[in-house]
T-cell receptor
Framework: TQLLEQSPQFLSIQEGENLTVYCNSS?????LQWYRQEPGEGPVLLVT?????EVKKLKRLTFQFGDARKDSSLHITAAQPGDTGLYLC????????????FGTGTRLQVTL | KAGVTQTPRYLIKTRGQQVTLSCSPI?????VSWYQQTPGQGLQFLFE???????NKGNFPGRFSGRQFSNSRSEMNVSTLELGDSALYLC????????????FGPGTRLLVL
């Protein structure tokens, strides 16, 4: 069974601070996705990383896929209240993104 | 383009009953996947349907079943409900499945009493 552990589980920070969320596994994934989920809604895809060592930037968010494709990180610079939500990583280990293995989730709260 | 819609949004049932949830994918999408989200287990894959056929299945008991219609709309059914089935049930659609981006619906929140 492929497992994805995220850390930290909860994070409460003030606007303007930086943070990093980690997603770790002992399994290799073909690709890894990051989602954000807000209350009452389904997860929304932020990014997909495919190549080991890949770094992708989405405005203030930086995503990195580990060289061995077993781990990933999400770094947010100068967090804003709009970044509040549940961040989920998800691995595509079966060769199909339709059967994703989701991480345990990191709940982020950004206050003014 | 309208997003993925799920009905109903909220549902309360009692133990032993059965329930059917519905998912309408984005127009043109043929792959529909279902997930269960609980605070303790997180998001877990239930099954995927493509062209009316179940293509992938997660590790859930046979009480959980689904089907897909010719218009790609999908339903999932849970029979003999247990308290532990209380969860947010999410469906996601994509054009062909595989490595494509999935788009999630808002979910159906099921409470079993």
């Amino acid at each position: 069974t492929q497992l994805l552990e995220q850390s930290p589980q909860f994070l409460s920070i003030q606007e303007g601070e930086n943070l990093t969320v980690y997603c770790n596994s002992s399994s290799v994934f073909s690709s890894l996705q990051w989602y954000r989920q807000e209350p009452g809604e389904g997860p929304v895809l932020l990014v997909t990383v495919v190549t080991g060592g890949e770094v992708k930037k989405l405005k203030r968010l930086t995503f990195q896929f580990g060289d061995a494709r077993k781990d990933s990180s999400l770094h947010i610079t100068a967090a804003q209240p709009g970044d509040t939500g549940l961040y989920l990583c998800a691995g595509d280990g079966a060769g199909t993104a339709s059967k994703l293995t989701f991480g345990t989730g990191t709940r982020l709260q950004v206050t003014l | 383009k309208a997003g993925v819609t799920q009905t109903p949004r909220y549902l309360i049932k009692t133990r032993g009953q059965q329930v059917t949830l519905s998912c309408s994918p984005i127009s043109g999408h043929r792959s529909v996947s279902w997930y269960q989200q609980t605070p303790g287990q997180g998001l877990q894959f239930l099954f995927e349907y493509f062209s009316e056929t179940q293509r992938n299945k997660g590790n859930f008991p046979g009480r959980f079943s689904g089907r897909q219609f010719s218009n790609s709309r999908s339903e999932m059914n849970v029979s003999t409900l247990e308290l532990g089935d209380s969860a947010l049930y999410l469906c996601a659609s994509s054009l062909w499945g595989g490595r494509e981006t999935q788009y999630f619906g808002p979910g159906t929140r099921l409470l079993v009493l």
